[in-house]
T-cell receptor, first 114, second 115 residues
Framework: LAKTTQPISMDSYEGQEVNITCSHNNIATNDYITWYQQFPSQGPRFIIQGYKTKVTNEVASLFIPADRKSSTLSLPRVSLSDTAVYYCLVGDINPGGGADGLTFGKGTHLIIQP | DSGVTQTPKHLITATGQRVTLRCSPRSGDLSVYWYQQSLDQGLQFLIQYYNGEERAKGNILERFSAQQFPDLHSELNLSSLELGDSALYFC??????????????FGPGTRLLVL
């Protein structure tokens, strides 16, 4: 599985747009990019997933350049409740691939201040 | 609520003991994954079962074992517990054996404290 590198921590203010970039230089052709959010003492929660270009849902946008060696999670107009750890993961899309589960790094600790 | 349930929520035990953590996947999900999250290691994949069969292994110690039963619930057994085993243990489920086409849905976790 592709190894990912993301900032250890970031902070921002309420109402701002926050962009968290993840590097995955060894991403494979079959790999999707998935972002999770985790609050203290809770399991990770799916935010968004993409393969290339741009994906947007009601929570976030995901930007993936053509070479797919990085991706950027964009959170529009953050609030205090967006304070959490954000994980970037890459993994095989092949249902028969027997992937070794999702490989989580240490994530990015995002702190939103008033 | 992800639909994945885990029991117990908290567990305090002593070194050398054995415990069993239980996970019930979302209705219809055949895959169950176990993860360990400690402060210094982040979230680490332990093992995956799909429809009762072991499918993939991660960083699982030999003192740990798991199984998935015919009703698809899963149990993670931790034996000869050490202080370093204190962590949050998460279970996740998904419909398919692959990890990425369908996202994994995480349970609330079991917090294990070994004294």
């Amino acid at each position: 599985l592709a190894k990912t590198t993301q900032p250890i921590s970031m902070d921002s203010y309420e109402g701002q747009e926050v962009n968290i970039t993840c590097s995955h230089n060894n991403i494979a052709t079959n790999d999707y990019i998935t972002w999770y959010q985790q609050f203290p003492s809770q399991g990770p929660r799916f935010i968004i997933q993409g393969y290339k270009t741009k994906v947007t849902n009601e929570v976030a946008s995901l930007f993936i350049p053509a070479d797919r060696k990085s991706s950027t999670l964009s959170l529009p107009r953050v609030s205090l409740s967006d304070t959490a750890v954000y994980y970037c993961l890459v993994g095989d899309i092949n249902p028969g691939g027997g992937a070794d589960g999702l490989t989580f790094g240490k994530g990015t600790h995002l702190i939103i201040q008033p | 609520d992800s639909g994945v349930t885990q029991t117990p929520k908290h567990l305090i035990t002593a070194t050398g003991q054995r415990v069993t953590l239980r996970c019930s996947p979302r209705s219809g999900d055949l895959s169950v994954y176990w993860y360990q999250q400690s402060l210094d290691q982040g979230l680490q994949f332990l093992i995956q079962y799909y429809n009762g069969e072991e499918r993939a292994k991660g960083n699982i110690l030999e003192r740990f074992s798991a199984q998935q039963f015919p009703d698809l619930h899963s149990e993670l057994n931790l034996s000869s517990l050490e202080l370093g085993d204190s962590a949050l243990y998460f279970c996740a489920s998904s419909p398919l054996p692959g990890a990425s086409i369908e996202t994994q849905y995480f349970g609330p976790g079991t917090r294990l404290l070994v004294l």
